[in-house]
């Protein structure tokens, strides 16, 4: 009888903590491997999250590149890393609604700061804390973008700043959802995503499949006006 364990070689990434430096600044450099565990001086350090790694039911994450994996069931994309390298935000693997108003009423919701300049806009970045404010102030039969997201679960309607960032890692975000087995985004079809930042009492901002951001009649729909979701993890 024999007991073989077999091992491929690691393939191994070196992560700076703080990639900027001044003169006489100390920086921390970490070994990552995705298929080996390093220990340096006894302190393990987890795998660095990547722009279009799957997120998995239990916040799980799995590299596009392993996809699929025995027990794991996707459901959302990463596309955006914070500075820690371990959490951000994930886009949903499908559209939740087509031809979507973003209101059917224009006011001003209590807690929720129009946004009226571009430079603001795209800098805004606070999509919870707007779907919060939107649900907390009505109902979905006036407000019907922001409580299409499974906001009980964490799903929420994002902010322009963040569909901006989502726009810009497309070709990788439409790669993973291709291998999870979601709906991709159509980079040869019209489509717009609201967000959950208002421009005016009557006006909110959405953005299109060319890349452009703008705002809206918040009474506007058609068919290609859609809401895709999005979660912190």
């Not at 300049?117 to 999509?127: F, H, K, V």
């Not at 810009?168 to 717009?192: T, Y």
Request: proline content about 6%; hydrophobic content about 35%; overall charge negative.
């Amino acid at each position: 009888e024999m007991n073989l364990c077999v091992v491929r070689t690691p393939d191994i990434d070196i992560y700076v903590e703080t990639p900027v430096l001044c003169e006489g600044e100390d920086v921390t450099i970490y070994a990552i491997s995705e298929n080996a565990t390093i220990i340096p001086n006894g302190i393990s350090i987890p795998p660095q999250i990547g722009i279009g790694d799957i997120l998995c039911e239990g916040d799980t994450i799995v590299k596009a590149k392993h996809w699929p994996v025995i027990n794991k069931v996707a459901k959302g994309i990463i596309f955006y890393v914070d500075s820690t390298g371990q959490h951000g935000w994930a886009v949903s693997l499908i559209n939740q609604g087509y031809g979507v108003k973003w209101s059917t009423e224009r006011v001003d919701i209590p807690g929720l700061e129009n946004v009226a300049e571009y430079a603001d806009a795209i800098n805004d970045l606070n999509g919870k804390q707007h779907t919060q404010a939107i649900r907390d102030f009505s109902s979905s039969g006036f407000y019907p973008a922001a409580f299409i997201p499974r906001f009980v679960d964490g799903w929420y309607l994002p902010s322009i700043g963040q569909l901006v960032i989502l726009y810009g890692c497309l070709p990788e975000i439409n790669q993973s959802i291709d291998k999870a087995g979601g709906v991709k985004f159509p980079m040869d079809d019209i489509w717009w995503l609201w967000s959950s930042s208002p421009n005016s009492t009557r006006d909110a901002w959405y953005l299109n499949s060319t890349g452009l951001t703008d705002t809206a009649d918040k009474y506007y729909t058609n068919d290609n006006c859609r809401v895709r979701s999005v979660i912190d993890y």
